[in-house]
């Protein structure tokens, strides 16, 4: 019988103790009318805290710059209304016992014109271009890159406010701060572009000035990926010097925990290694790093999105990486939007009653 008595061991982030190594990952929902996360928006993740997952990182919530949304039903992280709303998630999950952290969002050119809660705006981009080069928009102006800075900080201000135990900034999957990581996107010259490192610079200010409106002890979560939605083979860093060059750039900014997204958790991330996205990171840091990918299920995320399902697969292979020391902490995306009950049947070894993956449940909210 599967042992995975180790995800169930607490874990110490900086000053934030989480009783498993659990995490809910971060999925759009599109059930906030209006950008306000709502009393069944609470419910759904209280489940989940309810059933032993450690740590929420709750859907993308965007911040306060009029293109940072495509759709007018994701939550917003700005209004009185719906920062009301975020408060009575913080206070569900914190009466389960959980613990929580927004993910800070912004879509970038992800954003097509006439879209999201203010269709008439602009969609920020670092240069206007899209991955194969087509000019589509104009660069953001300095004083706009400044604005969205202090976009992301003021939201990091209202986490703090409200009551959330660390804050996840997405710097993931082809959007915004992941467009001005990218040499395909961003050609800009001056403070926000050039090389690898050069084009660092907007996360890496947009960390100090979040983490400036943050107690020193709340964890300051970064999410990146290699892949983008628009090309799932890209690549920031080609090689392990690379990456910890990049990593380097934003772990000194003031990350504490980085979140490495893959599409598979079990793929190797470079040549000669086992060592998977997260595992890389935590070699080349010495931050705690949570791993993302498939787990639980035997195929991506991507089919979901055309209705196909997937079937429950074995943990063996994640639990002997997390039992290495690989990585520290595991994300956990439709195997819990399927099953708020997931980690809890985990725990308590019934693994007979997971159940497959139904592209069904991206229309519910659980």
């Not at 975020?86 to 389960?96: N, Y």
């Not at 604005?147 to 201000?157: L, Q």
């Not at 800009?188 to 400036?212: L, P, S």
Request: proline share 6%; hydrophobic share 45%; with cysteine.
């Amino acid at each position: 019988m599967t042992d995975a008595s180790a995800l169930f061991q607490p874990y110490r982030m900086g000053e934030l103790e989480l009783p498993t190594r659990i995490v809910m990952a971060p999925m759009t929902r599109s059930f906030s009318p209006g950008g306000v996360p709502g009393a069944d928006v609470a419910a759904y993740y209280r489940r989940r805290a309810e059933n032993a997952v450690g740590l929420i990182l709750t859907e993308g919530t965007t911040i306060d710059r009029p293109g940072a949304s495509f759709d007018a039903r994701v939550p917003n992280f700005h209004e009185p209304e719906a920062l009301e709303g975020w408060r009575r998630v913080v206070e569900e999950v914190h009466a389960a016992g959980g613990k929580i952290a927004p993910q800070l969002w912004h879509v970038g050119l992800a954003r097509r014109p006439g879209t999201g809660p203010h269709p008439d705006a602009p969609s920020d981009s670092p240069s206007g271009l899209l991955p194969n080069g087509k000019q589509v928009g104009e660069p953001m102006s300095d004083e706009a890159v400044a604005d969205t800075i202090a976009a992301f900080a003021r939201a990091a201000r209202a986490a703090v406010d409200v009551g959330f135990d660390a804050v996840e900034l997405h710097g993931a999957h082809g959007y915004l701060i992941d467009q001005f990581f990218s040499g395909d996107m961003n050609r800009r010259g001056g403070a926000y572009g050039g090389d690898m490192i050069g084009r660092t610079a907007f996360a890496r200010e947009i960390i100090r000035a979040c983490r400036a409106e943050m107690p020193a002890a709340m964890p300051l979560i970064l999410r990146f990926s290699q892949w983008k939605q628009q090309d799932y083979e890209a690549k920031l860093a080609r090689t392990p010097d690379e990456l910890e060059a990049f990593l380097g750039a934003l772990s000194d900014a003031g990350v504490d925990v980085f979140h490495a997204s893959t599409r598979r958790f079990w793929i190797p991330e470079f040549e000669g290694s086992d060592l998977n996205l997260a595992g890389w990171t935590k070699k080349l840091t010495g931050k705690p790093t949570i791993t993302v990918g498939s787990v639980g299920l035997n195929s991506d995320f991507l089919g979901a999105f055309m209705g196909e399902n997937s079937a429950a697969s074995s943990l063996d292979g994640l639990l002997a990486r997390l039992e290495a020391g690989e990585f520290d902490l595991v994300a956990v995306g439709r195997a819990l939007l399927a099953d708020p009950e997931w980690a809890a049947k985990v725990r308590d070894g019934r693994f007979e009653a997971l159940s497959d993956f139904d592209a069904g449940a991206l229309k519910k909210l659980a």
